[in-house]
C-alpha cells in the first residue's frame, strides 16, 4: 500500500543534453595523425644525415653520390617521405591549438604543408633522377644538374620560405595558446628558423642544424596523441527531476 502522506519523489534522470559524439575510429586517427608527425621529425633529421650535399660543386656532389650511391638514395627519399608525412601530422598538431591562436595556426599549417609537399616533391625528383642517371650516365647527370639550376625543374625548391614561414607562424601560435610548455614552444619556432643555416646533406652540416626541428615534432607528437577532455562525451553526468505527487 503506497503511502499517502508522500508528497515528493525524487528520479535520477540522465542528461538530455546531447554533446558531439565521437566515432571509435577518432582516437586512431588521432594516433595515426600523431605518428605521421614524429615520422616527420625523424625522417627530414635522419634523411638529411645520409643524404649527399647538393650544394656542394657539380663535380664534387657526382663524385659523392657515385661513391655513397646507396646512402645517397636513401637519405633523399627519407627527406621526402619525412617531408609528406608532415602533412597529415599537422592535423594532429592543430589540435593542441584552440582559442587564442587557432586562426593563425589553420593559416599556418597550410602555408607549411604546402612548403613541405614542394620539397618532398623537389627531394624525390632529384634523388631518383640521380639515382639513375649517376652510376652509368655521368654526363647526363651533369647535364641535368645544369638544366636544374637554371630551369624550372628547381621551381620546387622555390617553396622552401613557405615551409619556414608555415611553421614560424605555427610555433607562434602555439605561444600564443599556451597548450604547451614555453620551452616546447620556443624549441618549435627555433627549428624552422634553422632550416636555411642547413646545407642539402651531411651529419653536422645539415642534420645537426636541423635537430631542433626534429626533436619539437616529435615532442609535439607526443602531446598531440594524448587525449583531451573531448574525448571521453559519452560519459555525461546524471542530473535529478523533482516530481510533486498528486494529493492523496
Known amino acids: 500500500m503506497k503511502d499517502s502522506t508522500m508528497t515528493n519523489s525524487v528520479i535520477p534522470a540522465q542528461s538530455t543534453s546531447t ?4 566515432t571509435p575510429s577518432t582516437p586512431l586517427r588521432r594516433r595515426l595523425s600523431a605518428l ?28 659523392d653520390f657515385t661513391a655513397h650511391h646507396l646512402r645517397g638514395t636513401m637519405g633523399g627519399l627519407s627527406i621526402a617521405l619525412g617531408a609528406f608525412l608532415l602533412v597529415p601530422g599537422l592535423v594532429s598538431l592543430l589540435r593542441l591549438v584552440t582559442g587564442r591562436g587557432a586562426r593563425l595556426a589553420t593559416i599556418a599549417a597550410a602555408l607549411w604543408g604546402t612548403g ?7 627531394d624525390v625528383m632529384q634523388t631518383l633522377v640521380m639515382s639513375a642517371l649517376v652510376p652509368t650516365h655521368p654526363d647526363t647527370a ?9 630551369g624550372i625543374l628547381g ?7 613557405a615551409f619556414v614561414l608555415g611553421g614560424t607562424l605555427f610555433a607562434i601560435a602555439l605561444l600564443r595558446a599556451r597548450t604547451v610548455p614555453t620551452w616546447l614552444g620556443v624549441l618549435t619556432l627555433f627549428g624552422p628558423l ?3 643555416a642547413s646545407s642539402a646533406g651531411g651529419l653536422l652540416t645539415a642534420a645537426v642544424p636541423l635537430l631542433p ?6 615532442l609535439l607528437s607526443l602531446r598531440a596523441e594524448a587525449p583531451s577532455h ?3 562525451v559519452g560519459a555525461t553526468e546524471p542530473r535529478t527531476i523533482h516530481y510533486d505527487a498528486p494529493p492523496a
Open 155 to 161: 621551381l620546387p625548391f622555390l617553396f622552401a620560405p
Open 116 to 122: 613541405a609537399i614542394a620539397l618532398g616533391a623537389g
Open 194 to 196: 634553422l632550416v636555411p
Open 19 to 22: 554533446p558531439p559524439a565521437q
Open 230 to 232: 573531448t574525448d571521453c
Open 36 to 63: 605521421a608527425l614524429a615520422g616527420a621529425g625523424v625522417g627530414i633529421v635522419a634523411g638529411h644525415a645520409l643524404s649527399i650535399d647538393s650544394g656542394q660543386g657539380t663535380a664534387a656532389y657526382l663524385a
Open 213 to 218: 626541428l626534429g626533436a619539437a615534432l616529435v
Open 142 to 150: 651533369r647535364a641535368v644538374i645544369e638544366v636544374a639550376q637554371q
